[in-house]
């Protein structure tokens, strides 16, 4: 307005919403991010207050409204008139009981990655493949399951399953791990998670 910045927000049905101004030398954080595809990890489009921490300081807490569905890729747009100096951390509050896990994370081309402890122990997760005959005993996936990296494993079994239907995951530490892909002989899982010591069951999309 005039100048002035006062970034995105929402106005819902027959309500007021009241938007601060910045000056018109304020600095703008643009942040884009993908929501990942397990069924539990998309969240509200809005109640997660970004702070961004530089060398020099901080922002205020910034509402960042977009579309947080799962599987889709958005992005807000803020203003903060603070002195932050160079970026350093990304602080996310969330204010309601949405629980939101992203994928990618980049704000004003800085990349923030995902979600923090989506990295798992390499080995303890026991995976049992569901068919419409039967299924296979729980195998062990012996395989880097660090944040951030493809990987994979092979086992056998004698049991005639005949197709898959799904995938057992059975987490027996206390480990927690979250992958965005997974599939079993070419057929897709989607995202997920399994906390610790769990058992958490996977359809084929």
Known sequence: VNGYHVGGGSVDDYKTEVYPAYGKDASEYKVLFETGSGQYYGGSSQGYMFTIVGTKGE?????????????????????????????????????????????????????????????????????????????????NCVANKAKGTSNGCTFYDNADIGEIKEVKIYNSGDDWWAFTSLTVNGYHVGGGSVDDYKTEVFSIQ
């Open 59 to 139: 922002t205020s807490p910034h509402d960042c409204v977009a579309n947080k569905a799962k599987g889709t890729s958005n992005g807000c747009t803020f203003y903060d008139n603070a002195d932050i100096g160079e970026i350093k951390e990304v602080e996310i509050y969330n204010s309601g009981d949405e629980w939101w896990v992203f994928t990618s994370l980049t704000v004003n081309g800085y990349h923030v990655g995902g979600g923090q402890y989506y990295g798992g122990s390499s080995q303890g997760y026991m995976f049992t493949i569901v068919g419409t005959k039967g299924e296979t005993s729980p195998h």
